[in-house]
């Protein structure tokens, strides 16, 4: 036996040993657990899903931080097979009371908290494996799934819960709501969204730890991502207290947020996010697709550098610890893709030459505006980082998740509007159907919490029109201690969801003491109840979206489902109908896309174009048409606009012998004759070829079809058209 192979048996016979006392230490309460052996493990999504961060807590500074990984059938090998194990080493870090802002957190004068994160990277989507952190026992779990239309899964989002252990008083829900939520992971939900409100420790570790043991037992199994709540962030005091100069606190702010409209104090009790960015690990990045077109050279190099920083875990110079994913490697590859599309970009602008002075000007300048600032940077970067767990996003399946602080500035102009802004413009709606964007404090609040109801107010004029541009669906909330729901509203009026608008939940009853909602309410609210529970949500692909109100009962007490009505919208038709794992804008420069890429861009470019039949409604709704004649309408504007456009390279694409079976088409209604002209108009006006069909000799127009086009350029102009189901 060679030396390779002594070390892999050895490894696989260490590991049936700690497969053994593992099992014995989960089963065996009387264990006294080491200064080594691993505890509060939970997990968390990394925005590359071949991977997964685990992170967990150790009472000594000198253990390892080492993870094996393993597909799960391997636990039924005794040994397991060594050539199925892979070692994973993590990293260690620290925080103590020295590390908090303000009183009182920071004078409980407790010791350093060791905490241990490593990434399980190269897994397989939706494949049963194992880990196993040295001196623990193995946890099961599946591998998340890569951003797709496809995936239908379920999720828990909540707010508010804290732990009953130490604080039943304050918390009297928690107990109950963990366990109905370990019963949910049971029963096969994917991910957990907690948007703040955490613990209610407000600085005491003790608390901390109360709650993360918790959790552990379904944490560890699926990813548990966490918002800031007030009762993470909000202090009072600038930096940190006997500082001659206030340091930054894990945000990157010197002080508290405390605008004069707003009911913000010290409700973290100092802790100003310190324990929630040390022990929560989320996100940088919300998906694989999201490097290289989001990102320019100058974001790689923030990020590598930001990546860099803090590498023992201690001091405030590892408050910005950024996705170890994104090391040199990463920030080379980041680089080389920025360069070539700004190259590519610098090449089309029109008038100037790729090599000349005033074409790398101008491509310096559309750098600059997608830009990212490094962190830290001033505020007037044109655009800011995310910058996790405060603000961040992540892909999942059919949904992007944004995550946002009420508890910093979100006023445009601002760094976390900047980068919320640019988040939601390059979400791929095609890939995700769905937006689903969790704040701590609402913006549509209940009566009577007046002051409550003053910053929801400030917060809908700053948020409500940018989340309605981008099509958010579902905004969920916490910081009220009660369950409520809106209609699909805008600017406080119910509207139909394919005019705009969204649905708002509050959901801040998963353990805080409940408080109160008055009968008489505005009439956004569609409900309300006073009790405990938490919400799921079970997402059907791209077609639909269900939210349950679950009470502590197990009965759900309220239900809405919401409709992929904007589909058409975005250019890709049924979302749910799209291949998986298809992107409609995530093209990379030639020569710089990743091994992940080049697979699905090759599927892209035969689906880059796009036709749209344009029917009139009025023709089988009110002048009793048989749908049969209005579609043979639709195919005689087809046919015409096909042949009238036979000579563009884009038609030539779209009909080539390689694609004729992929060719895609958007078939919409609209109202009658007039909106139909009005619409020939703009399209005409936009320089998108198309055909009105016009019956003669009546002179009676009864449909449109535009030749093969881009999608970018005809979306824009049928934003209110719905796709035609002929009923």
């Not at 290289?292 to 050279?297: D, G, P």
């Not at 201690?481 to 939940?505: F, K, Q, W």
């Not at 030539?652 to 012998?657: L, V």
């Not at 992929?662 to 998108?688: D, F, S």
Request: hydrophobic letters at 35%; aromatic letters at 8%.
């Amino acid at each position: 036996m060679g030396p390779r192979a002594a070390a892999a048996a050895l490894v696989a016979s260490l590991l049936f040993a700690a497969l053994a006392s593992g099992r014995r230490l989960a089963n065996d309460a009387s264990v006294q657990l080491g200064p080594c052996t691993p505890q509060q493990l939970h997990i968390s999504l990394t925005g590359n899903p071949s991977e997964l961060r685990v992170s967990w807590k150790t009472r000594s500074g000198s253990c390892p931080s080492t993870v094996t990984l393993g597909p799960a059938e391997a636990l039924l090998q005794h040994p397991p097979d060594p050539a199925l194990l892979r070692s994973h080493r993590g990293r260690q870090h620290s925080y103590s009371s020295d590390d908090m802002c303000a009183a009182p957190a920071r004078h409980y004068g407790f010791g350093p908290t060791y905490l241990h994160t490593a990434v399980l990277t190269g897994l397989e989507p939706r494949q049963r494996y194992f880990y196993q952190v040295e001196g623990g026992h193995p946890v099961e779990f599946t591998a998340p799934v890569p951003a797709g239309p496809r995936h239908s899964f379920r999720f828990l989002v909540f707010g508010d819960m804290g732990e009953s252990e130490h604080r039943a008083a304050k918390s009297p829900g928690a107990g109950r709501t963990v366990e109905m939520l370990g019963q949910e992971v049971d029963d096969g939900a994917e991910l957990v969204l907690h948007i703040g409100d955490i613990s209610y420790a407000n600085g005491d570790e003790e608390i901390w730890d109360a709650f993360m043991d918790s959790i552990e037992p379904f944490a560890r199994r699926i990813p548990y991502m966490v918002g800031t709540g007030n009762h993470e962030y909000d202090y009072q005091r600038s930096g940190y207290e006997g500082d001659e100069a206030p340091r930054e606190d894990p945000s990157g702010e010197t002080s508290g947020f405390h605008p004069s409209w707003g009911n913000y104090g010290n409700d973290s009790g100092g802790e100003c996010g310190v324990q929630l960015s040390r022990r929560f690990q989320m996100p940088d990045v919300s998906d694989l697709g999201y490097w290289s077109r989001n990102l320019t050279a100058d974001m790689a190099e923030a990020l590598a550098a930001a990546a860099a920083t803090g590498s023992d875990g201690s001091g405030a110079s590892n408050a910005r610890r950024r996705n170890p994913t994104l090391g040199h490697a990463a920030a080379a590859f980041l680089a080389r893709a920025a360069a070539a599309a700004q190259a590519a970009q610098t090449a089309q602008l029109p008038g100037l030459q790729a090599g000349s002075s005033a074409g790398a000007a101008a491509a310096a300048a559309a750098a600059g505006s997608a830009a990212g600032s490094a962190p830290g940077a001033a505020a007037s970067a044109p655009n800011a980082l995310p910058n996790p767990p405060f603000w961040y996003s992540f892909s999942h399946g059919s949904v992007h998740f944004v995550v946002i602080s009420t508890e910093h500035d979100l006023s445009p102009g601002s760094r976390q509007y900047r980068w919320l802004e640019r988040d939601l413009l390059h979400v791929d709606r095609c890939r995700t159907p769905w937006v689903v964007l969790g704040m701590h404090r609402p913006m549509y609040v209940v009566y009577p919490h007046k002051s409550n109801r003053v910053v929801g107010d400030h917060l809908r004029d700053q948020l409500e029109d940018l989340l309605n541009d981008h099509q958010v669906d579902l905004v969920v909330s916490g910081h009220v201690h009660s369950y409520s729901r809106t209609c699909n509203v805008l600017r406080e009026e119910c509207i139909p969801a394919d005019e705009g608008g969204m649905t708002h939940i509050i959901a801040g009853c998963a353990g805080h003491k409940l408080t109160d909602v008055s009968h008489d309410q505005e009439p956004w609210l569609e409900y309300a109840a006073v009790r405990f529970g938490y919400g799921r949500v079970t997402v059907n692909s791209g077609y639909s979206l269900l939210f349950e109100m679950v009470g502590e009962d197990g009965h759900v007490y309220d239900s809405v489902k919401l409709h992929n009505s904007r589909a058409s919208l975005r250019g890709c038709g049924d979302a749910a109908a799209e291949e998986e794992g298809r992107c409609s804008d995530c093209s990379c420069a030639p020569g710089a896309c990743p091994p992940w890429m080049q697979a699905q861009q090759a599927k892209q470019q035969a689906a880059q174009e796009q036709a749209y039949v344009v029917l009139r409604r009025d023709l089988w709704k009110e002048l009793d048409w048989p749908l049969g004649s209005v579609v043979a309408q639709g195919c005689h504007a087809a046919t015409a606009a096909l042949w009238g456009s036979r000579e563009s390279a884009t038609t030539q694409e779209y009909c080539a012998p390689e694609n004729i079976d992929h060719m895609h088409k958007v078939v919409l209604e609209i109202k009658g004759e007039p909106q139909l002209r009005a619409l020939a108009a703009k399209l005409a006006e936009a320089g998108v070829p198309h055909k009105l069909w016009v019956e003669q000799p009546e002179d009676f127009a009864t449909c449109l079809a535009t030749a093969p086009c881009r999608k970018s350029a005809v979306a824009p102009l049928v934003k209110k058209l719905k796709l035609c189901r002929g009923a």
